[in-house]
């Protein structure tokens, strides 16, 4: 009985060492995509919405980062999936990117470009 006890609870814990393993997985390719292209810092007018967007684009992939980071050293900071956490981080920094006239990553200039082919 002792040793079936043990033998599940090394389970679980493996479990959920894997399923940790791959949230922070998942949270890394969503990182990757932090990228804001095609905007000219210099070119922008300085009004404090654009240095709000701007902090928005550098605060929310600081705050990814440092989530995965803190979950990579164990602490469990959300109730709910940390990839979801950058997920919507990821949005934001979207929105504010977008807002400044830029494109979040490459990979949606090709979707946006293959979808325009097939109208």
Partial sequence: MKVLLLLV???????????????????????????CNNIESNQLATSSITNFHQQALAVNKEKATTYIE???????????????VVQQKYQLYKQACQALGGVSSAKEQIVIGASDENK
């Fill in 9 to 35: 609870t090394c389970l679980s814990l493996t479990a959920c060492i894997f399923g940790q393993s791959s949230e922070v997985k998942r949270a890394e390719k969503i990182l990757q995509n932090f990228q």
């Fill in 70 to 84: 803190q979950y990579k050293n164990g602490e469990d900071l959300f109730d709910i999936p940390l990839d979801e």
